[in-house]
């Protein structure tokens, strides 16, 4: 398994996906217009079968600055590092970019720690990324926490 550029035809996938999370209360859910608008920030995680399995997307904010969202791996497939690749092909594609640093905002800081982010207060972060938060119906007393990656860790 292999992380790819999502295709036209994953947007469905991706979309069950996200949304099986989100009804859970785990993640923002997405509709399918947004995800066919912003297809090209996303990656997946394909199985033998071509299904997708897991996906992320990395959405540029600014010039310096862009951020990991909708991070999903299927349940069968927690646990096999399957988040932390494409955490990975996100943090490597924002370094090609020159985009010195990524944020994110997760109910599972400890994952994101792992992969080399920090915990910030929210208020931290640019007003721009509060674009989405103030659609959602928790907005503004969420439990998500703010973390954040430095390819240059001086900034």
């Not at 904010?61 to 590092?81: F, P, Q, R, T």
Request: charged share 30%; net charge negative.
């Amino acid at each position: 398994m292999k992380v790819e550029k999502a295709r036209i035809s994953d947007v469905p996938q991706i979309h069950e996906l996200v949304n099986s999370f989100a009804e859970k209360d785990e993640m923002l859910p997405r509709a399918l217009s947004e995800i066919y608008e912003n297809l090209r920030d996303y990656f997946v995680i394909r199985d033998s079968d071509d299904r997708v399995i897991a996906c992320a997307a990395l959405h540029i904010s600014w010039a310096d600055l862009a951020e990991i969202k909708s991070l999903a791996v299927k349940e069968m497939s927690h646990g096999e590092g399957i988040g932390a690749r494409l955490v990975k092909s996100c943090l490597d594609e924002a370094r090609e970019l020159g985009i010195p640093s990524a944020f994110c905002l997760t109910y599972k800081p400890v994952f994101f720690e792992k992969q080399g982010f920090r915990r910030v207060d929210k208020m931290e972060l640019p007003r721009k990324v509060w674009a989405e938060c103030f659609r959602c119906p928790k907005f503004p007393d969420c439990g998500e926490m703010a973390l954040i990656y430095n390819s240059n860790p001086a900034i």
